[in-house]
T-cell receptor, first 112, second 110 residues
């Protein structure tokens, strides 16, 4: 049982490049989240989804886009990467409201 | 006032010691509470949910005090492997209202 799978694990981007961070889950959870965590800081919510076809902005959505065409997949798109987007990105799922979140292993992104 | 507040630490304790962390939350309508553990450069992992009556899992005990709006985590007989950052998580029950504290760092010393 893989749970929540994120790819890639690491990536280095140049300023202005774009990329997609992949997140796939096999837990059949409707709720999915993208967080970023800067060094020594807490988690900040970027985007979330309550089900296929439904997404909404979190606390820090600028510079990112998401889509949710299936229950399993919730990719995060970075357009025009900036150094401020250097961070660790975590995808998480939730089985129901009030349930705990389950995290993927994270993607460590550096923009130079 | 922050929605969820934790003492960042670090808490440096010897092996075998008992250590306790508190976490305060600002919204009295909060419904679900959790403790997560995060190792350096890794994803947060659920340590335990926190129930109104308090709950225990081996060496770990979690308590909820709704009147004073705080939750606590007690670790008994600390092991070197307990060294990590412990995150307090509070949920209003809605899908976007899951708030993470910034964490309390624990270092268990031989």
């Amino acid at each position: 049982n893989a749970g929540v799978t994120q790819t890639p694990k690491f990536r280095i981007l140049k300023i202005g490049q774009s990329m997609t961070l992949q997140c796939t889950q096999d837990m059949n959870h409707n709720y999915m989240y993208w967080y970023r965590q800067d060094p020594g800081m807490g988690l900040k919510l970027i985007y979330y989804s309550v089900g296929a076809g439904i997404t909404d902005k979190g606390e820090v959505p600028n510079g990112y886009n998401v889509s949710r065409s299936t229950t399993e997949d919730f990719p995060l798109r970075l357009e025009l990467a900036a150094p401020s987007q250097t961070s660790v990105y975590f995808c998480a799922t939730q089985g129901g409201l009030g349930s705990p979140l389950h995290f993927g292993n994270g993607t460590r992104l550096t923009v130079t | 006032r922050k929605e969820v507040e934790q003492d960042p630490g670090p808490f440096n304790v010897p092996e075998g010691a008992t250590v306790a962390f508190n976490c305060t939350y600002s919204n009295s309508a909060s419904q679900s509470f959790f403790w997560y553990r995060q190792d350096c450069r890794k994803e947060p992992k659920l340590l335990m949910s926190v129930y109104s009556s308090g709950n225990e899992d081996g060496r770990f005990t979690a308590q909820l005090n709704r009147a004073s709006q705080y939750i606590s985590l007690l670790i008994r007989d600390s092991k070197l492997s307990d060294s990590a950052t412990y995150l307090c998580v509070v949920s209003l029950g809605g899908y976007q209202k899951v708030t993470f504290g910034t964490g309390t760092k624990l270092q268990v010393i031989p």
